[in-house]
Structure formats: C-alpha cells, structure tokens
C-alpha cells in the first residue's frame, strides 16, 4: 500500500510500505477515503519538533471504510463507514469514562510506531472504543458534507476544547489567538456556545474572511504589545475568556495579556517553547485546555454537521490526491492554504 512517509526536514514522500493488517482481535482495518494534514504535522515538517524518525508515518486525522475486524470487535462491521479521532482509546477505562480519551491508559497516537492516517489504509487498535460509525444515510458524495466531517477527526473537536476550556457562553465575549485552522474553529465553537461577541487576532485577508462566516464580530490585525492594547481598548480591559489556539510563545503570552483579571484562557496549542507564568499568577487568570478528547466530541459535533447547524468544511481550503500530499504540505507551509484535505480513495 501507498502511504506519506517522514523522510527530514520539508520532505514527505508517497511511498510503497507494508499492508496495514489486523493484529490484535480488538482491531479494525480502515480503507483511508480522506485525510487531513494538521497544522501540528507542520512542526517536524519545519524540522522544530522532531517526532519522527526516518522513515516515520505521517498522518493522524483520517476517515474510511471498515474492511475487516478482529474477533472481539463488536459495533463495527466491514463497509461500516467511520471517523477516527486522532488518538486511540478503550473507551471505557477511568479517563475515558470521564471524557478525557486523549490520557486513555491503553491508548496512544496515529503516526510514528503506528500507521499514519494519510495512506490508503489503518490498523485501528481498539477499534470499539475508538471509531466513530456514521449514520447509512450519510451521503459522502457530498463533498461539503464529507470535507465538514473530515474536520472532525481533529481540528473542529479542537476548536470546541479552546471554547469549552475558556467558558465561554451565552452572552459573552471571546478572544481567539490565532486565524489557523484551530483558531477558526475557535470561533466557530464560541459561536456555537453562544457567545455575542467574538475577536479574532489574525492578519489573514482569506482566513479573516473565513472567521467571519464562522461568527467573528470584531478582528485585529496588530500583534504585539500593539495587538494586546487593542483588544484592551476593545473589551475594557480584557475578555474573560480566550482562546489560545498557535502553541507559539508570542501567541500565549498575547493570550495572558488580552485575558482579564480571574478569566480563562482555554489553550490548545501545541507548546513549541516555555512561558514565563508570572502574570498568570499576578492576576489569578486560568489556564485549562491542552491536547483536545476529541472522541468525546465528535457525536455531538457530527450530530450539528448533519442537521445544517454548523458547516466548518471552509477550513479545509485546498484538495490534494495521495499523490500529490507534499504539495499539499509545502502549501501549508508557505500559507497558500489554511489546511489540506486529501482525498484517497
């Protein structure tokens, strides 16, 4: 089978590799129809976050056909139809049980010692507590409807944790960090929530456009000590809830600035370096967040998708074949798409 392989800094290949099969009677094979490349994909991509070695599997947000199971596996059949969040889990150890399947004590990652998603085909461990079935009536001949859905293996699930993890609700303003992928499903899921004003920081023509669609009220290009006094002016001295959706330092100490006194800042971000914390405990602000359950939320967000109620598909503005993956991350990379779906099979 063909999958995207790690080969160094900014070169992925498709390459020949060994047919995912079933190992374990707790497994799944998943025929890969779509994959996604993360934003987090972008960092050993740029050689600044080395996890993976030669030769390692790219990919951790897929969705596809059940082909096979193993004999302990029972709510899935082959041709079921199914989303993978980007972890794997039981589904019914302590953290699962408590929605937390991203700290499941059998789970682990796509990727790297695993097969990545973005090949044509998965082993899926723990395939009962981890897939997700859609409903038979699913039309992926849609194509708005199946890119909405592929944003569900990760970048939507994580947007909703900035959201959740800052508190936002009914009636108030939000912050979000970031016009990446993430950040726009920040606001998108803050809109959601049922906030009535939402500030995106971004400088982004297209993804400003995209924040907009998605619910965003108010927006600042500025950065810096200028994009912090801005905000400021704009929520009276900063927002109660932020959300901090880059991992970058300038972006979560702009997160701590623009956050006012005892609010939250909500962070997903993957962290690239440490932060001085010395504000955050100057003015008892609260940090929650972290790598998003996402499992925990697809059947609520996949519940919306269907029913017309939230569309996030414009986040997945550029299409690539297998083939034709490195193009799809060198266009991430350079900013000439906000996130790549690929579409396999």
């Given at each position: 089978?063909?999958?995207?392989?790690?080969?160094?800094?900014?070169?992925?290949?498709?390459?020949?590799?060994?047919?995912?099969?079933?190992?374990?009677?707790?497994?799944?094979?998943?025929?890969?129809?779509?994959?996604?490349?993360?934003?987090?994909?972008?960092?050993?991509?740029?050689?600044?976050?080395?996890?993976?070695?030669?030769?390692?599997?790219?990919?951790?947000?897929?969705?596809?056909?059940?082909?096979?199971?193993?004999?302990?596996?029972?709510?899935?059949?082959?041709?079921?139809?199914?989303?993978?969040?980007?972890?794997?889990?039981?589904?019914?150890?302590?953290?699962?049980?408590?929605?937390?399947?991203?700290?499941?004590?059998?789970?682990?990652?796509?990727?790297?010692?695993?097969?990545?998603?973005?090949?044509?085909?998965?082993?899926?461990?723990?395939?009962?507590?981890?897939?997700?079935?859609?409903?038979?009536?699913?039309?992926?001949?849609?194509?708005?409807?199946?890119?909405?859905?592929?944003?569900?293996?990760?970048?939507?699930?994580?947007?909703?944790?900035?959201?959740?993890?800052?508190?936002?609700?009914?009636?108030?303003?939000?912050?979000?960090?970031?016009?990446?992928?993430?950040?726009?499903?920040?606001?998108?899921?803050?809109?959601?929530?049922?906030?009535?004003?939402?500030?995106?920081?971004?400088?982004?023509?297209?993804?400003?456009d995209v924040a907009r669609r998605f619910g965003a009220t108010d927006e600042v290009r500025e950065?810096?000590?200028?994009?912090?006094?801005?905000?400021?002016?704009?929520?009276?001295?900063?927002?109660?809830?932020?959300?901090?959706?880059?991992?970058?330092?300038?972006?979560?100490?702009?997160?701590?600035?623009?956050?006012?006194?005892?609010?939250?800042?909500?962070?997903?971000?993957?962290?690239?370096?440490?932060?001085?914390?010395?504000?955050?405990?100057?003015?008892?602000?609260?940090?929650?967040?972290?790598?998003?359950?996402?499992?925990?939320?697809?059947?609520?967000?996949?519940?919306?998708?269907?029913?017309?109620?939230?569309?996030?598909?414009?986040?997945?503005?550029?299409?690539?074949?297998?083939?034709?993956?490195?193009?799809?991350?060198?266009?991430?990379?350079?900013?000439?798409?906000?996130?790549?779906?690929?579409?396999?099979?």
């Amino acid at each position: 089978m063909r999958a995207t392989v790690f080969h160094g800094t900014r070169d992925v290949r498709i390459e020949e590799v060994p047919d995912a099969t079933l190992r374990e009677p707790t497994d799944a094979l998943v025929r890969v129809t779509h994959a996604c490349i993360c934003g987090s994909d972008l960092w050993p991509y740029r050689g600044e976050l080395l996890i993976y070695g030669e030769n390692g599997r790219m990919g951790h947000e897929f969705m596809g056909v059940v082909e096979a199971v193993g004999a302990e596996v029972r709510t899935l059949s082959p041709g079921d139809r199914v989303i993978a969040p980007f972890a794997f889990s039981d589904g019914v150890c302590e953290y699962c049980s408590a929605g937390l399947h991203t700290s499941c004590v059998q789970g682990g990652y796509w990727g790297a010692a695993n097969d990545g998603g973005q090949g044509e085909a998965v082993r899926a461990p723990l395939a009962d507590g981890t897939l997700v079935k859609l409903p038979d009536e699913v039309d992926l001949s849609d194509t708005r409807l199946a890119t909405a859905i592929a944003t569900l293996t990760d970048v939507c699930g994580t947007g909703h944790h900035a959201a959740v993890s800052s508190g936002i609700g009914p009636g108030g303003t939000a912050v979000v960090v970031g016009d990446g992928a993430v950040g726009l499903c920040g606001v998108l899921a803050a809109s959601r929530l049922g906030a009535d004003r939402i500030i995106i920081m971004g400088r982004h023509d297209a993804r400003l456009d995209v924040a907009r669609r998605f619910g965003a009220t108010d927006e600042v290009r500025e950065r810096g000590e200028e994009g912090i006094a801005r905000v400021r002016e704009l929520t009276g001295g900063g927002a109660a809830h932020v959300l901090e959706c880059v991992g970058t330092p300038q972006a979560t100490e702009t997160a701590i600035a623009v956050c006012r006194p005892r609010g939250t800042v909500g962070h997903v971000g993957v962290p690239a370096e440490p932060i001085g914390l010395m504000d955050v405990y100057n003015r008892n602000i609260t940090l929650r967040g972290g790598v998003a359950p996402v499992r925990a939320y697809i059947p609520e967000l996949l519940e919306d998708v269907l029913a017309g109620r939230i569309d996030p598909s414009p986040v997945l503005d550029m299409t690539v074949s297998l083939d034709e993956v490195p193009e799809g991350y060198a266009a991430m990379d350079e900013r000439r798409a906000i996130k790549t779906l690929v579409a396999v099979s």
